[in-house]
């Protein structure tokens, strides 16, 4: 776990509430690759990473797969829980290893009964989750796969708390909806532009602010979002 990294959403509790909730997780160490639930599995447990973060990945019929959404320490795993639903049809695999804090769904589900505070937090993470998903969808439809890419990976890099990770192209083929070709012919345009190093699967991110110009307007909407409807923001650097 990076130094000094939490759930910055249990973070946003007050401290009188915010202190025995935690007592109450169990911290867990998450590895790459770990798959947390396939589609149709009953969800057991919540999970709010600190230091690891969770891919959630849509399958089809066609054998094509999405990447729906992106979970690190500045959410958790799965609001679904929070909404009475115990079925899930995405399949939740650790994409980067580290801490989570992890708690029955029952459990939780009784925590949110009987605190106002925890209650009214989930309720504004879920809209958020759900605006970002919408924005996820637009993206997909109206945005080239090169500026598609550099959002990817930024948000990669928020969760990771590194300048340096590992993605194979046939993740960020999920990512993306597009074929390996289209991931090698984007990575390879924001390499030359050195906004990443891209060897084999582990990628260098080389200049930040160009990687943020680069980058559709889908990832500044979403931390905007996060700020509006948390009141903060959301991966700070």
């Keep these: 776990m990076p130094e000094g990294v939490s759930n910055r959403l249990l973070d946003a509790l007050p401290e009188a509430e915010r ?6 997780f169990d911290r867990v160490e998450l590895e790459f690759g770990q798959c947390l639930l396939q589609p149709g599995g009953q969800m057991a447990d919540v999970y709010f990473p600190a230091g690891s973060y969770i891919s959630l990945i849509l399958p089809s019929k066609r054998g094509v797969a ?12 799965s609001v679904d829980v929070a909404l009475g639903i115990n079925v899930s049809q995405l399949r939740a695999v650790v994409q980067g290893s580290g801490v989570a ?21 989930i309720n504004r993470y879920t809209g958020v989750t759900l605006q970002q998903l919408a924005q996820a969808a637009a993206c997909m439809h109206s945005h080239l796969v090169e500026g598609r890419l ?13 300048d340096h990770f590992h993605l194979t192209h046939e993740y960020l083929a999920h990512m993306l909806g ?13 390499q030359q532009r050195k906004l990443i190093a891209y060897h084999r699967g582990h990628i260098a991110i080389l200049d930040r602010v160009g990687l943020e110009v680069a980058a559709c307007d ?13 009141h903060c923001a959301a991966l700070p650097r």
């Design 19 to 24: 202190t025995p909730l935690l007592d109450r």
């Design 150 to 162: 550099a959002r990817w990976l930024l948000m990669t890099q928020d969760r990771a708390h590194a």
């Design 218 to 230: 889908c990832y500044a909407a979403d931390l905007l979002s996060y700020a509006l409807h948390l």
């Design 66 to 77: 999405l990447e729906v959404g992106l979970i690190g320490n500045e959410g958790m795993w």
């Design 101 to 121: 804090l992890r708690m029955p769904s029952d459990r939780f589900r009784h925590e949110m009964a009987v605190s106002n505070a925890l209650r009214e937090l």
């Design 178 to 190: 597009v074929r390996r070709v289209g991931v090698t012919v984007a990575a390879s345009a924001l």
